[in-house]
């Protein structure tokens, strides 16, 4: 349980998704994160079914403290047309059953939830998204004035130079609402960015999912019963039975408690074009053997590496949430 | 010299350019081709002031039997503009004065010529494309039965998984002409592409040009020469005075001189469109991890890396040109 005195103020935007659970979990035993508030967007599950995940996984945390927005269910410029079933399996958490939290969703909208703690920690909330960025989108059209009100925003989202997961060079929450993840590229605040780069670096493997099994924690055991749908996947990219860390490695670096090897402010563009680059987050990174030296319009930190393992870190808060 | 009932029969399209000075000196010393004849396009400078440094380097290599053949001065959907300037210097071959050879173009186009050689070579014909691809967009045209009658096309061009040259995802050749990259890689023949993935690997120093300005060959003086040139612009990216290998990387690779150490069939597709991905070689290398396992749709070798130096045998070369 997090000392909220010292703890940063955190609203989180997801698609849980059996990443997203990861990453509530890594935020839940973190001391660094006060987690306000929760909004849910389509994309691994439906908004709505991405709520009910949330909410029954905080019930299994005993924190039902921690309020739960649905927010958009579908995207800026094209209707949400189901899930990564495949990916996720059919109720976004591999099929898990979770025994379900008598607890709904608040009665404002994710977008609205945003806007709210935006204004009521000034200067202070820190924005985790790890969905598509339509919620975040939506919120500023609602309140412009939250791009200067909230201290930044970190992004699991984009591949800067390696191949895209949906396409060969798009990443599926910018692909899924790459309108929507222009607007939040281009708002005031500031913003880092955690691609595939990163996130594909870091993987859990079945010895990990054997000892979330053994925990007697029920979050830990929920997560490693999720993770066998997740090692089905990526059977198909790796080549054997690991899960990458996409969400929660994302929330790792927003609370900044990784060390970060390589990550520089450049300029991003999001593809919003009809063409094969439809959702490509098209980084800038020219000036990579001269340190990338500051440019006019570069004002996006592209967290490219870490400089330590990521895994061993969630693994020993998974165990503990 | 080399021995023509050994050699390869190559067709060379270029836009001379200081990197296709050298590549056309690695392939006049190699014992691997047999160089039938040059064509050029617009690019680092105009397609005839191309045609006219290539006649002039041709003769201080005391090879006028290779005829040259002016090709397309505009890309296929807009005007040649002016070439690189910034990079090539004013004349395209860093302002350095050769010899006025008294050679003219020949009276056919270079789509002509390719059309006429891959008739006369029919399955032997090795096509290398170190310029913007229109000439064989338009041969295409011309004849697209040559599709099937030449041996293979070798293009210097493209970015995978590094930052492009132009923009940030596009290279300067497929950048220029992305329609007709398009169309080159649609067509039945075998593509090979040289991307900036490999041909930034490979560099020369100042202690190479040293050596070349010291020769008392002239095709290789004046490319010594040359590189002051290149030196100044690559400045900008590595922060030293180095010169890159794209165009005589792509001419080695073309003969089969190097070892490939990664060189996967993959599926590449163009972006045309006029978002900021135009000229992207949007190339998929999803599966990396598990040795890029044949797709229907893969039919581009898309090298990505070689597996030995290749400063020092173009140095050999260029030596000997």
């Known amino acids: 349980m997090p000392d909220s ?3 940063l103020p955190v609203y989180l935007d997801c698609d849980t998704g059996i990443g997203d659970a990861m990453a509530i979990a890594y935020l839940l035993a973190s001391e660094h994160a006060a987690l306000l508030g929760i909004g849910t967007v389509s994309g691994n599950t439906s908004a709505a079914g991405a709520a009910r995940n949330t909410l029954d996984l905080l019930a299994l945390a005993g924190r039902d403290d921690i309020p739960v927005a649905v927010g958009e269910h579908d995207f800026l410029t094209r209707a949400f047309h189901g899930g990564a079933t495949r990916v996720h399996g059919d109720n976004g958490i591999g099929g898990v059953v979770l025994p379900e939290s008598p607890r709904h969703p608040v009665a404002e909208s994710a977008p609205e939830m945003l806007v709210r703690l935006a204004h009521e920690n000034a200067g202070q909330l820190r924005v985790i ?11 500023l ?3 412009p004035t939250i791009a200067d009100l909230v201290a930044d925003v970190t992004i699991m989202g984009g591949a800067a130079m390696v191949p895209g997961n949906v396409t060969p060079v798009a990443e599926a929450n910018v692909h899924n609402d790459p309108d929507a993840a222009a607007a939040v590229l281009e708002a005031a605040w500031p913003v880092t960015l955690v691609p595939l780069d990163t996130t594909m670096q870091s993987l859990l493997d079945t010895d990990d999912r054997d000892r979330l099994l053994a925990s007697t924690r029920p979050v830990a055991h929920a997560i490693g019963e999720m993770l066998d749908t997740y090692f089905d996947f990526y059977v198909q990219v790796f080549g054997r039975r690991v899960s990458v860390l996409h969400d929660p490695l994302a929330a790792a670096v927003a609370l900044g408690d990784l060390e970060l090897d390589s990550a520089p402010i450049v300029h991003v563009e999001i593809d919003t074009t009809n063409g094969p680059g439809r ?4 980084s800038d990174l020219r000036g990579r053997f001269r340190g990338h030296p500051p440019t006019e319009r570069a004002r996006t930190r ?10 061993p870190k969630l693994m020993a808060a998974l165990l503990t949430a």
Chains 1, 2 share one sequence.
Do not use: K, M
């Open 302 to 311: 592209l967290v490219l590496s870490v400089a330590e393992p990521f895994a």
């Open 141 to 143: 059209r609602l309140d």
């Open 5 to 7: 005195a010292a703890a």
């Open 279 to 282: 959702g490509q987050t098209v």
């Open 129 to 139: 998204a790890i969905g598509p960025l339509t919620n975040l989108a939506i919120a």
